[in-house]
């Protein structure tokens, strides 16, 4: 019963998480933390960390180490990785049929211009979600974020960033 409700979960994730990864964050969220209660919100920023540290897509990395932890097997993370990978690659293949005949249409153009604020919305919703006390740090964390933010809006190179950031969480934690 648990691998059906994961693969249905995932392939829904997989089907509506327009954006990428991070855009699916919320929806992975609402699934697993908030809908089934899998895990804590705290597990699922730690997976979210890992996720982002290795190799691969954010959903599909994320797919993967969530449907061990439910299971607790292998099997849950070839099948949450299969639900939450079908859809895309559906619609990729869909896509690459059509190119030829869609690539000027003006009712797809538009419908993908309505779609990057929804993308953003979405982003930001993950983030939000996971600004709370049993995940966020402090506000030691909010100031290294907004600078970073600030930072990156002055086209500061974002590798600079990034080791300026760590070393400043290495010194303050």
């Known amino acids: 019963m648990i691998y059906l409700e994961l693969f249905l979960s995932y392939l829904k994730i997989g089907f509506f998480g327009f954006g990428g990864g991070y855009a699916m964050l919320s929806l992975i969220q609402n699934e697993v933390v908030t809908r089934h209660g ?27 180490y969530i449907g061990y932890s439910v299971t607790g097997s292998v099997w849950g993370s070839v099948l949450t990785t299969l639900a939450v990978s079908i859809p895309p690659l559906t619609l990729m293949v869909l896509i690459t049929v ?4 869609l690539r000027n ?3 797809l153009d538009g419908a993908l211009k309505w779609m990057r604020p929804m993308i953003c919305g979405m982003i930001g919703a993950a983030a939000l979600l996971f600004m709370n006390r049993e995940t966020f740090i402090d506000w030691k ?3 290294i ?7 990156t809006m002055l086209k500061a190179n974002c590798i600079i960033l990034i080791i300026l950031a760590a070393i400043t969480g290495i010194v303050l934690y």
């Open 145 to 151: 974020f907004a600078v970073c933010f600030a930072a």
């Open 105 to 107: 249409n003006r009712y």
């Open 38 to 64: 899998w895990l804590t919100s705290a597990e699922l920023a730690d997976i979210i960390a890992i996720s982002q540290m290795t190799p691969g897509p954010i959903a599909i990395n994320s797919a993967t």
């Open 98 to 101: 059509f190119y030829t005949r």
């Open 141 to 143: 964390s909010i100031i």
